[in-house]
């Protein structure tokens, strides 16, 4: 029988790249609890795919040391999740560093909720960046996130639109 998670010690830490399968596994359920949401039908092969790509991704920039990712876990499961990736981009008047972070996959398991892991891994990846000299962290926020990354500190970019194609 499982010892009960309050009797475990919890643990928020930086990921390794044996924390792949997992973190790719939080990205993916994700994007299915979003959707599920909305009442976009989901597309388990295109699921199953999405998770593919995304350890991929994680596998490539944690080599480079363009990703950084964060971890809560309690006993030996891990329960939340969130990583920052950092592109180069354009210097603007207020930040002449190209160096930018985007906070993505920041997730955690439904049971897990409400135990402020996900506001504990943003702070972290805010501080990282803070540490590094990155001084613009990006994001694009759910609607159930919002609410957390405004009480952090993260304010919409009213002057920024994407183009599908």
């Not at 997730?107 to 001084?135: L, P």
Request: net charge negative; hydrophobic share 35%.
């Amino acid at each position: 029988m499982n010892e009960p998670a309050s009797n475990k010690e919890v643990c928020l830490r930086v990921a390794t790249p044996d924390d792949i399968t997992v973190l790719a596994k939080h990205h993916r359920m994700m994007f299915e609890e979003i959707w599920e949401i909305k009442g976009i039908p989901t597309d388990p092969s295109g699921l199953a795919s999405l998770e593919k790509e995304y350890a991929k991704k994680l596998t490539n920039e944690f080599k480079s040391g363009t990703c950084s990712s964060w971890v809560v876990q309690i006993g030996d499961q891990i329960v939340s999740s969130g990583a920052i990736s950092i592109v180069v981009y354009v210097p603007v008047p207020h930040d002449l560093s190209p160096r930018i972070a985007f906070l993505h996959s920041i997730y955690t398991e439904k049971e897990y909720r409400h135990q402020h892991y996900a506001r504990d891994i943003t702070q972290e990846a805010a501080n990282y960046c803070r540490s590094q000299g990155i001084k613009r962290l990006y994001l694009f926020a759910s609607d159930a996130g919002r609410p957390l990354y405004e009480n952090i500190g993260f304010e919409p970019v009213p002057n920024m639109m994407m183009l599908h194609q």
